[in-house]
């Protein structure tokens, strides 16, 4: 009976130990890209989403944000040239359509906005000349900067290379964004 206690108390201690490790890289900062979803099929774990669009207002709510976006789709290559045609009444198909300038296209049809809560440590990024040029200018910013931003079109000490028309990324858990980051439109 004792010979058989130490195999499984050690296969007991092995269990919590990849249990332990798995807590650890689940609990990641999910700003990280280290922390992205290692499921099969590569999709966001369930509630996690990333959204392109428009900030419409970004307002200071107790111990947060509450941000009012309005969502659009970022459309690239062959998604993107029917879509231009399409809105453009040119019917072509999806092989010979013609390309949309810089391999993007956004479609924003609703306007409708929602509602995020956005924590004071958000991870922010706008785009500035003085930004890291390998990531296009971004530059971190507050979230009370980006605030100010929305509200002014500017902030103390941040000189935006474009402004915040050009749309930009959310990565939300549920109902919080994790990280806000400004797209860059040539």
């Known amino acids: 009976m004792r010979r058989l206690a130490v195999p499984v108390l050690a296969a007991v201690a092995v269990g919590l130990l990849v249990a332990l490790v798995l807590v650890a890289l689940d609990d990641r900062d999910s700003t990280s890209p280290a922390a992205a979803p290692a499921d099969a099929g590569g999709l966001a ?12 207002s970004l307002r200071r709510a107790g111990g947060h944000y509450e941000l009012r976006f309005d969502p659009a789709s970022f459309l690239s290559g ?23 300038a810089n391999d993007n296209y956004a479609v924003d049809e609703s306007h409708r906005l929602y509602t995020y809560v956005v ?29 100010q931003i929305v509200a002014n079109g500017k902030a103390p000490g941040v000189t935006l290379f474009e402004t915040l028309d050009s749309g930009v990324w959310i990565r939300v858990h ?8 400004q797209q860059y439109r040539p």
């Open 45 to 56: 774990a369930p509630g996690d989403q990333a959204i392109y669009g428009h900030i419409a």
């Open 78 to 100: 062959v998604t993107a040239n029917v879509a231009a045609a399409e809105d453009q009444g040119t019917p072509c198909r999806a092989a010979s359509c013609p390309p949309v």
């Open 119 to 147: 924590p004071r440590g958000a991870h922010v990024t706008v785009i500035t000349n003085h930004g890291n040029p390998a990531q296009l200018g971004a530059t971190p910013v507050t979230v009370a900067q980006l605030a």
């Open 174 to 181: 549920i109902d919080t964004v994790r990280s806000l980051a």
